[in-house]
Structures are given as C-alpha cells and as structure tokens.
C-alpha cells in the first residue's frame, strides 16, 4: 500500500476516533475540503458537522468503533458500529433512552489530503426500531396477526 494510501486512511480514521468520538467537530475543517459534498448535499466542512453533531447531540455517548478499513486511488471505504444511548430528540423523535447499535458504510473521496466527498449506508430501519419509533418485525408480525389481515 503506498504512502498516500495510508495517509488517506489516517484522515479517515481520524475523522470517527479523533474528531466524532471525541466531540472536537469544532476541528472538522482540518479534514474535511471546503469543496466536501455529503450524502444528502450537505457542502464543506459545516455541511459534515450539522448532521454528525445532530447525532451526537442526541447519542452524548456514541462511540464508532471501525471494523474494517480499505483505501484504493482517492478513495477510503470504511465498515463501523457504533454504539450509544438515546438520551436526546434526534430527527423529531423524542429521547427513549434505549441503548442503540447501528453498523454503517461509507467511501469517502479524498484530494490533496482532505475528503471531498461521501457516501454512506447504514440500517436506518433497525435503528428507528431500536429508538422504538417503528415496531420490531416481531412486533409487526404480532400485530398483523391480531387484526386478522390477510
């Protein structure tokens, strides 16, 4: 692996270990371009720090944990879990105080030692099931099975 690839999954490790875990989003300017494109539209390093710290505002404890990271030309895939406790409102929903576990993807693009751009999957459902805004499948099952509904 080259140098250049190392570096980029440095920033990339240290954007979740050093900046996200840590609480410093005030530093994300160090990482993340001007020209930064998230996955919603989200630009430059104030686009990353709304929803990033939306989500730490309501999980005080998150903490990723990276499970797998790669790096091939200018771009940096990355596996993680993280973990934390729903203690404030997080996309109109009401804390529930429920411990929640959420595993995720995302690539990140990176020019002249910065990200540029990402995008990213997680399991948005299994979460929202976890905060308890959407019945478990089990539930769901129960609940059709009451009603009668073919």
């Known amino acids: 692996m080259t140098s250049i690839h190392e570096a980029s999954k440095k920033t990339v490790r240290s954007l979740f270990e050093d900046r996200i ?3 410093k989003l005030d530093t994300l300017a160090d990482l993340i371009s001007d020209e930064y494109v998230g996955p919603q539209g989200e630009r430059g390093p104030a686009g ?3 929803p990033v710290g939306a989500l730490v505002r309501a999980f005080p404890d998150i903490r990723y944990t990276i499970d797998e990271l790669m790096a ?9 879990t993280w973990r934390g406790t729903h203690r404030g409102a997080f996309q109109g929903f009401p ?5 929640v576990e959420n595993a995720g993807t995302a690539t990140f693009q990176l020019r002249s030692g910065k990200i540029v751009r990402q995008w990213q999957l997680t399991d948005r459902l299994g979460f929202l099931q976890q905060i308890g805004a959407v019945p478990a499948v089990a539930d769901l099952a129960t609940r059709l099975q009451t009603a009668n509904v073919p």
């Open 21 to 23: 875990n840590a609480g």
């Open 48 to 50: 990353m720090a709304k």
């Open 72 to 80: 091939e030309d200018d771009r940096v895939a990355i596996r993680w």
């Open 95 to 99: 804390a529930s105080n429920r411990p």
